[in-house]
């Protein structure tokens, strides 16, 4: 992880939550999601 505090987009990964997608932290917004949410393919 870069930073740990959220401000370096490292740690982020495309996610969906209700039908809309976009990158959620790690770092802020994790460390952990529900399978359901990530995106594993492009």
């Known amino acids: 992880m ?3 505090v959220g401000a370096c987009v490292v ?3 495309m996610t969906v939550r209700n039908g809309k ?3 959620s932290r790690v770092c802020k917004d994790g460390p952990v999601f ?3 949410e990530v995106k594993f393919n492009g």
């Open 21 to 23: 997608e976009f990158y």
């Open 34 to 36: 529900k399978a359901e």
């Open 11 to 13: 740690c982020s990964c």
């Open 2 to 4: 870069g930073c740990g």
